[in-house]
């Protein structure tokens, strides 16, 4: 079975570009999330989507992120603009919730760096 | 909010010995306890968790303890290998059946395990 996909790897960009990272969830899992991981850090949850629908997004800046999770399957989450702390790595993860187990299952990640 | 400390930052063991992470969380309401192994350019991969309801789980050569009372737990690898090397990171969440739930991470203790 194949894990979470997560596009592109890495992501260089100038500050005040946009961008944008993309993410496909294990088949079947109903609910998404999206984790920022700065250097040395652990991850911190930006979003969480049930199924469509954004149900925990009161850690995501409203003014310059955006996600969407269209069809409740694959996810994308967008910067515009950029900033220089903003470099990070953006983890995706999903989980089946209801179906017995509900581990989250991480990603790759999306290195961006802003420049 | 939930904060979760992880001690130590880093930690250097001879292959075969023993090694130990410590965290602790200040939400008496968090349920769910899970550990992730994170390899350098890879995501968080989980590796043990427990549950409130219990004190202890093992699985070969980890084990993780839980106290509630004093709200921490650890983190236990035995006869490490080289191959144990990596970033290691705590988490503690409100975890129910019916919904998804935030991960709240340590910062991570970095693991080096020498032959």
């Known amino acids: 079975e194949a894990g979470v996909v997560q596009s592109p790897r890495y992501k260089i960009i100038e500050k005040k570009q946009p961008v944008a990272f993309w993410c496909n969830p294990i088949?079947?899992?109903?609910?998404l999330y999206w984790y920022l991981q700065n250097l040395g850090q652990g991850p911190e949850l930006l979003i969480r989507?049930?199924?469509?629908?954004?149900?925990?997004d009161s850690q995501l800046p409203k003014d310059r992120f955006s996600a969407e999770r269209l069809k409740g399957v694959d996810s994308t989450l967008k910067i515009q603009p950029a900033e220089l702390g903003d470099s990070a790595v953006y983890l995706c993860a999903s989980s089946l919730v209801g179906g017995g187990t509900d581990t989250q299952y991480f990603g790759p990640g999306t290195r961006l760096t802003v420049l | 909010g939930e904060n979760v400390e992880q001690h130590p930052s880093t930690l250097s063991v001879q292959e075969g010995d023993s090694a130990v992470i410590k965290c602790t969380y200040s939400d008496s309401a968090s349920n769910y306890f899970p550990w992730y192994k994170q390899e350098l350019g890879k995501g968080p991969q989980l590796i043990i968790d427990i549950r409130s309801n219990v004190g202890e789980k093992k699985d070969q050569r980890i084990a993780v303890t839980l106290n509630k009372t004093a709200k921490h737990f650890s983190l236990h690898i035995t006869e490490t290998q080289p191959e144990d090397s990596a970033v290691y990171f705590c988490a503690a969440s409100r975890r129910n059946s019916n919904s998804g739930y935030a991960l709240n991470f340590g910062k991570g203790t970095s693991l080096l395990v020498t032959p």
């Open positions: 989507y049930e199924n469509e629908e954004a149900v925990d």
């Open positions: 088949s079947g899992h109903n609910t």
